[in-house]
């Protein structure tokens, strides 16, 4: 049985982008924020590192800009660039003032210009990251769910999956909703609607991401007709832990930004026979520089070695880590980590102007799902959380001054499941799950080929078929319905990758290691693709 939720702005996602934006709205607006699963279960949460903004008297606006630009390899918007570092300081004292304990610095108290605690990671010129330990996701998430919880506007609904959006007359005006617990589809209908589902990272074999990172946003945005752009940019962070049972856990970007270093089996660091800023270089060099290594030798992974600082110093700025090594034996105030690449963040997404509109009347997207043109080729550091504050709350604000003039939505057709049934073979689900994530690891990597490429292409279209042929015959259920979302992201990563013949930022390609003289973003367009 269909239940019909009416609220003024549907947000579908609950990390630090949907959180912000709801705490942003005016008060008197009803919000719906849907959840895949218990709040602070994201990516938000499980961010280590932290959030870059100029917050020194020796760094600037410009500086900060100019090394994203660097790091963007050429495809950055900078409208997009200026428009985030511009707004970066307003959206920390925003955080500040919800209750995100940001760390400070003990040596010179909390004197206006050298308040925060403030550190290094690769590509920036500055240091400019300012966190909480090496916990700053979870305190974010954490603080901004209380707020959100608190807050008399905000309706939270958990464990529900959105399917697909309602869209009517070109408009978007809801989402039908998977509610987990009974089974049933719902539907949520709002006059604007915002995605804030995270990235695509779950189709790759090795992720740092956690289960519910299967590019739905991106996915729903382009069946309902919304561009995309530069999927074929997903960035491997270089440290994921390696260890059997140590499932998805990132060892944190500020590890090499306070001197961690690289290490072969033997001892030998290598970085250096990369790039000249060593462990230091951006991540795309750097988990290029270990995949190499790793195929060299023929490595199952390499090592990072902190071992030099103090015990203090790894107990008071990465306890997170500490902690979670001796779960599994490793002290890193002794030994070196052994780690391996994993993808991370997806680059590319929906494609949005600076209030985090879409190509489709109503729709909004924010965050990791969207495509601003932060990152260019090349997402820099610490600037995802940034991006999902700073366009969070510029969404906000134009919802805000637009929702009155906004007609209430037209009562969509309840969900009709009476010609599907309850599916007695999900180890289909299962084993297209592996087989998709194990192709684009293999085909769709670090490295790839157009050779590769058109395998995983080729794969990917059997696998849609199949997909297709469940979908219509059996009951959704999450599974299901990230098989879904996730093999048609994963299609579109593909296509872009075999648009680009080049190598840029993160796409490298054997058969086409030079960069060509003219930077241009890959945008693929619903109305005239294939790809259904």
């Not at 895949?36 to 932290?50: D, I, P, V, Y």
């Not at 090394?67 to 959206?91: H, P």
């Not at 959006?165 to 609607?193: M, T």
Request: charged residues 25%; negative net charge; hydrophobic residues 40%.
């Amino acid at each position: 049985m269909t239940s019909r939720y009416l609220h003024d702005v549907l947000i579908i996602g609950s990390g630090a982008a949907g959180l912000s934006l709801a705490l942003h709205l005016p008060r008197h607006y009803r919000v719906a924020l849907l959840s895949k699963a218990n709040l602070n279960e994201g990516s938000t949460f499980w961010a280590q590192g932290g959030m870059a903004a100029v917050l020194h008297s020796r760094d600037s606006v410009d500086s900060h800009v100019t090394d994203t630009l660097a790091a963007g390899g050429g495809l950055c918007q900078r409208e997009a660039v200026e428009f985030t570092v511009r707004n970066s300081r307003r959206c920390v004292e925003w955080l500040v003032s919800q209750g995100v304990d940001f760390d400070v610095r003990e040596d010179l108290g909390a004197s206006h210009d050298s308040e925060f605690h403030l550190t290094m990671e690769g590509g920036h010129s500055h240091r400019r990251i300012i966190h909480t330990a090496d916990r700053t996701g979870r305190e974010i998430s954490e603080v901004l769910t209380e707020r959100a919880l608190a807050a008399g506007n905000i309706e939270v609904f958990t464990h529900r999956v959105a399917v697909d959006l309602v869209i009517n007359e070109g408009r978007c005006e809801g989402a039908y909703v998977l509610d987990q617990r009974s089974g049933h589809v719902d539907l949520f209908q709002a006059r604007a609607v915002v995605l804030a589902t995270g990235g695509a990272s779950k189709a790759y074999l090795y992720t740092s991401n956690p289960d519910g990172a299967s590019g739905d946003g991106i996915a729903m945005a382009w069946r309902a007709g919304a561009r995309v752009a530069n999927l074929e940019f997903n960035q491997f962070h270089p440290t994921c832990l390696y260890h059997p049972k140590a499932k998805s856990f990132l060892i944190t970007e500020a590890i090499r930004g306070e001197g961690g270093r690289l290490l072969l089996p033997d001892g030998e660091r290598f970085m250096t026979r990369f790039d000249a800023r060593g462990e230091l270089a951006p991540r795309d060099v750097v988990a290029r520089a270990i995949d190499h290594e790793m195929k060299r030798l023929g490595a199952d992974c390499v090592f990072l070695d902190i071992s030099h600082q103090s015990l203090d110093f790894l107990q008071s700025h990465f306890p997170t880590v500490m902690a979670r090594c001796l779960e599994f034996g490793i002290d890193i105030s002794a030994e070196p980590i052994p780690v391996v690449p994993a993808a991370h963040y997806t680059c590319g997404g929906v494609v949005v102007d600076t209030r985090g509109r879409t190509d489709l009347a109503g729709l909004y997207a924010i965050g990791e799902t969207s495509f601003t043109g932060l990152h260019g080729a090349n997402r820099m550091a610490s600037n995802s959380l940034l991006e999902c504050i700073v366009y969070a709350e510029s969404a906000a604000r134009h919802i805000a001054q637009t929702l009155q003039q906004t007609r209430a939505p037209d009562a969509a057709p309840p969900w009709d499941e009476s010609q599907v049934t309850d599916s007695d073979e999900d180890v289909v689900i299962s084993h297209n799950w592996d087989e998709l994530r194990r192709f684009m690891w293999d085909y769709v990597g670090i490295v790839r080929t157009d050779k590769r490429l058109q395998r995983a292409q080729h794969r990917v279209q059997l696998l849609q078929a199949e997909i297709a042929e469940y979908y219509g015959n059996y009951k959704v259920s999450n599974d299901l319905l990230e098989l879904r979302n996730l093999a048609m992201v994963a299609q579109l990563m593909i296509q872009c990758a075999i648009s680009r013949k080049e190598s840029r930022g993160l796409h490298f390609t054997l058969d086409y290691p030079d960069q060509l003289p003219e930077a241009k973003n890959t945008v693929l367009r619903p109305d005239n693709s294939p790809l259904q």
